[in-house]
């Protein structure tokens, strides 16, 4: 029954990889929003690195503009020196092939072949053990 132990160890540990780089990253209070919900609430989108608001936790896919996903009855803030309205339509012609995906997706990748792996080498030591019967 060890047989089993060493796969389903390697299965978890994969797991838990793939899951660890998509939690939630803590406010360093360096600017004003926790979250892109609290920014889309205040009326800010599609916020540049750069921009006074803009954190790394508000970038997922780290392309450089944060909470570029806003709700479809997102109002945008009359803000003092920038048009909130005119930097969403431009961001929205600029994406053309938005896949949804993030800075999480090559750990999860590698946690799907890490599974696969670990369950082709249990097949391949569970036919050892049959043929040396």
């Known amino acids: 029954m060890n047989l089993l132990r060493k796969p389903a160890a390697v299965a978890v ?3 838990a990889l793939a899951v660890l780089p998509a939690t939630a990253e803590a406010h360093d ?3 004003p929003f926790e979250n892109c919900t609290e920014a889309y609430e205040n009326g800010y989108a599609n916020i540049k690195e750069g ?3 803009y954190g790394d936790h508000l970038d997922r896919d780290r392309d450089g503009i944060g909470c ?3 709700p479809a009855d997102f ?3 009359e ?3 920038t048009d909130s309205a005119e930097d969403a339509a431009g961001q929205e012609d600029a994406d053309l092939a938005a896949t949804g ?3 999480a997706t090559p750990y999860l990748a590698g946690g799907g ?3 696969l792996l670990a369950g082709g080498g249990l097949l391949a030591a569970v036919r050892r053990r049959r043929a040396a019967r």
């Open 13 to 15: 540990a994969a797991l």
């Open 29 to 31: 209070g360096s600017h």
């Open 51 to 53: 921009d006074e608001h």
């Open 68 to 70: 570029d996903n806003p």
């Open 75 to 77: 109002t945008p803030a």
């Open 79 to 81: 803000d003092e020196g």
């Open 101 to 103: 995906g993030n800075g």
């Open 113 to 115: 072949v890490a599974v």
